[in-house]
Each structure stands twice: as C-alpha cells, then as structure tokens.
C-alpha cells in the first residue's frame, strides 16, 4: 500500500542515500486521499514522482545503451591493434562491424516498443 510498505521502502532507500522513483499509478492505498497524501509526501524531497510508463521508458532506454555499448566493446575487441593506419579493407570491414551494431539497436528497439505498446496499454486502462 502507497500510505505503509511503500513509503516506508522509498524513505528508507532516501536515508541510505538511492536516488528513489516512486510510481504514481503503480501504488494504491486503501482510500485516494491516502494515495494523494503519500505521493505529495514522496514530492517533498524523498523521492521523484513518476507515471510507470515513464519510468520503464527510462529503463528501456539505459538498457538498449548499455547492450549497445557492450556490442561496440565486443566489437572492438576483434579489431587487430597496430601501430600502422587500417588498410582501406580493415575500413570497410569497421564500418560493416558498426553497421552491423546499429541494425542490431535498432531491432532491440523495435522489440522494446513493441513490449511498451501493450503495457502502455495497461496503464491507461
């Protein structure tokens, strides 16, 4: 319930010093007045107030930077080190690695739409 376990989870992840996000429509409590009473005591400092929408968004998107941050590391690692400029071949073949990282981005991303379409969906029933 947004009035007991909920607050009491986000102060105390403040005091022990989380950047905390409380879901407005992803808590309830027993009666509305509660639930509004909470989410304005959440606003004074304790926690950032956001729709679940919102905040999945933000997750999907640190998400599919940190795959792609993995991918162009993965990527990297089998490019050879020297000490002489790549040959116009070893160019091309960068280029197409990184070409390669990009499609693969954008189908996560696509995917992840697809995934937040429907539960969007949810949030406005």
């Keep these: ?7 009491t989870t986000a102060r105390s992840a403040f005091t022990q010093n989380f950047n905390v996000v409380f879901c407005s429509n992803g808590t ?6 509660m639930h509004e009473a909470t989410l304005k005591s959440m606003l004074y400092g ?3 107030v956001s729709k ?3 905040v999945r968004s933000r997750f999907q998107t640190n998400w599919l930077n940190h795959r792609l941050t993995q991918r162009r ?5 089998e490019l050879p080190v020297r000490d002489t400029p790549p040959s116009s071949a ?4 960068s ?3 990184l070409s390669r990282a990009v499609t693969i981005g954008i189908q ?3 995917e992840d739409s697809r995934a937040s379409t429907v539960v969007d969906q949810e949030d406005e029933g």
Aim: charged letters at 25%.
């Design 1 to 7: 319930m947004s009035n007991t376990s909920c607050e």
């Design 73 to 77: 590391i993965e990527l990297a690692a």
């Design 28 to 33: 309830a409590a027993s009666e509305p007045s």
């Design 95 to 97: 280029v197409a690695r």
């Design 52 to 54: 679940c929408s919102v």
């Design 90 to 93: 070893e160019s091309r073949l």
């Design 46 to 48: 304790f926690a950032e």
């Design 108 to 110: 996560l991303l696509r």
